[in-house]
C-alpha cells in the first residue's frame, strides 16, 4: 500500500483505531499510524501535508 492508496488506508485506521476520532488526530500521528499499518510499504519522504489531509478526510468519511 502506497500514500496515495488514500482510501484503504482510510478503511484500515479505522479498523485499527476503532476508538479514535479522526478529527482530533495530529498528523505526525496519523503519519506514524499509516507507516505502521501492515501493508503499508511506502517511503515516509514521500508524504506531505496534502497526503496527510486527504487520508484524514477520508478517515472521517469512513466513520462518519
Do not use: S, Y
Not at 476503532?18 to 501492515?38: G, H, I, Q, S, Y
Not at 501493508?39 to 486527504?54: H, K, Q, S
Amino acid at each position: 500500500m502506497k500514500w496515495t492508496d488514500v482510501e484503504e488506508i482510510a478503511i484500515q485506521l479505522a479498523d485499527v483505531h476503532e476508538d479514535v476520532d479522526p478529527t482530533r488526530v495530529n498528523f505526525v500521528d496519523l503519519m506514524n499510524w499509516v507507516k505502521a499499518l501492515p501493508e503499508f510499504d511506502d517511503d515516509p519522504d514521500r508524504c506531505g501535508e496534502r497526503i496527510l489531509e486527504a487520508i484524514q478526510q477520508a478517515w472521517i468519511d469512513e466513520v462518519g
